[in-house]
């Protein structure tokens, strides 16, 4: 019989895809919790596992959007580039050399998976914060923002830097892709939501293979189960997006993140 944390646990991996096709940003937020809380998997394996689950449903909706036209792989290229290359680096080399435990402090330990959730937690309520604030005109209108003069240096670095938090915490970036390909690369909403889900799934992917080639205990068949229920999702979430304004949902989606990421805090500082 199913325990009630593990059917919580798949429920969750549904709505992981339905919001990720939906506001294209915020769905990844919740597959680490999920794992780490309902599905005992600790948290360093976590994040691995986190990036196949979410780089193979975002591909499903990034192809989606691409057959209506409602994407742009050239900036998808110019951004995905350096952060594969940064979630590459940091899941090869990077966090499989991070020690365990991470700090110790007197009789207090630091250990990898708690400073990981702690990061994460801190990943969750920034972006909570990202997205209840961005909730303007420019970005839920649908129209194309006046197209500025690319800084490329900066799209770069910006790229790099959001490969290196998905490659620590396992988490796609896309409340952190989404500001970029809109006030800097002047794409309509949709369109910046349909290339942030084609950046997401190539960075988290190549992002995986970092991971499979350090580590020896992965269960690819408990992650073929896992990533079914977020693919079925998603095909919801892209078809959904065409009936509800994201911007609503976006909104109330930030608040719940919020509320996760205090809770990880306290549960990691005073119930772990």
Known sequence: MIEISTLFGYSSMLLLGVVLGLIGAGGSILTVPVLVYLLSIPASQATGYSLVIVGTTALVGAIEYLRRNQSSPRMALIFGSPAIIGVYLTRRFFFPAVPDPVAEVGSFALSKDM????????????AAISMIRNNN?????????????MNYPLILSLGFVVGIFTGMVGAGGGFMILPVLVLFGGLPMKVAIGTDLLIISAKSLIGFIGEAQVSNDIDYAFIGLITLLPLVGIIFGTWLNKKVPADKLKTAFGWFVLVMGIYIVTRELFFA
């Open 115 to 126: 400073a990981v959730m702690m990061l994460f937690a801190i990943f969750m309520l920034v």
């Open 137 to 149: 005109q420019g970005e839920t209108s649908g129209n194309p923002i006046k197209k500025p003069n």
